[in-house]
């Protein structure tokens, strides 16, 4: 999410690095330090400071997540959120997740979720899109399902998630830039202010190497490949499926306190006769993050989610998006790395009419903290490329949860 630095945010940067720092005698501020981060971010109740959505601007909210309990074989987690933000966005959500740990682990999570988001970037559809064209839309957001997956190796998964799904759109909200209806025609907005309810099955298969339960590797490689299909169950004509392609790959270089990391991902969406995609469904490239559903996420390039960071949030949207991205990062102390990344993407109306020669491209610079081997909080700036110098604060698994 693309935000001014605050005071909020610049304490949880420091936080973190100072409480993984390693000192040979700790101050008494390094003490203080520590405990506020305990008594914040690590606590049964604590501060929460994941996004709810790109534009929602800084968040603050409390989240509750007990020690889980244990039966002889099986784990039990809880979890529950409630936040709001400086742009009028709220979300609620909680989940159960039951985890078994055995040889052959396996994870089953029923969840729910409502937010608000009511500044939500419309660019229109397509490559050549205008960002003089800018305009918002707002979009309630309200699911309920279960997601989860086995297994029957370390390095491989196969999981899948089904869910009810309700979203809303309406008038944006942003006083800088016109409502999406105020720009663009009906034939250029599709499924907006369409009150379409769908049935939501999805399936995927990850390759992780080498696998390590709880946090993601130094080196080797992530790989998934999943299929979706949105089905309207309201006779609103917007049934669609969606297949996506994503890898990445990790190096260390010269030792630990370098990595290169390669990442791709190939996003195609189809839908039958008679039937649209929503604006709001289709897949985005732009920012920080896109839309996703509870706890769905792309594998991200580095330990984040980001796609074009020299562009503004969902600047660009269509049926088929490709994305390539390159990230090096370089320790300076402790848990805290300064990073390098360039960016490449291109979307179009199917995946045999993407091309190269209409990628868009992007240069910049990142700080980030990390809690042991778990992105917490990081900061990217744009230095090329792109339009203008956009810049993001993200939060990870490290405070996240």
Known sequence: MRQ?????????????????????????????????????????????????????????????????????????????????????YWAIDGSVAFQGVGLHEWRFEPYGRARSMKRLNYFGIGNDSLEENRSDFAMLDRRAGATGYYRPVGWLAIGGRGEGFWPRTDSGENPDFPSIEVRFGPGQRPGFAENTNYLYAGGFVNINYPYVRSERPRRGGDYM???????????????????????????????????????????????????????????????ADNLRGFKETIIGGDEATSTLRSFESFRFRDLATALMQIDFRQRVWSQVWISVFADGGVVAPGVRRLSFDDLHRGIGVGLSVYRTNALAIRAEFSLWGGEGHPHYMTTGRGINF
């Open 4 to 88: 001014p630095a605050t005071l909020s945010f610049a304490a949880a940067l420091l936080v973190p690095a100072i409480a993984g720092a390693q000192v040979p005698q700790q101050s008494g501020f390094v003490d203080k330090a520590k405990h506020a981060y305990e008594v914040l971010f690590t606590k049964p109740v604590r501060v929460s400071l994941e996004p709810i959505a790109p534009t929602s601007g800084v968040v603050g909210g409390i989240g509750w997540q007990p020690k889980p309990w244990r039966t002889p074989s099986v784990f039990t987690i809880p979890t529950a959120r409630a936040s709001v933000s400086q742009n009028k």
């Open 225 to 287: 490949a999943s299929v979706a299909a949105f089905r309207d169950v309201s006779g609103t004509h917007h049934s669609f499926t969606r297949v996506e392609i994503e890898g990445l790959e990790r190096f260390t270089v010269a030792g630990r306190d370098r990595a290169l990391t390669i990442h791709g991902r190939l996003s195609s969406t189809t839908s039958g006769s008679g039937d649209a995609v929503p604006l709001y469904l289709m897949d985005t490239l732009g920012g």
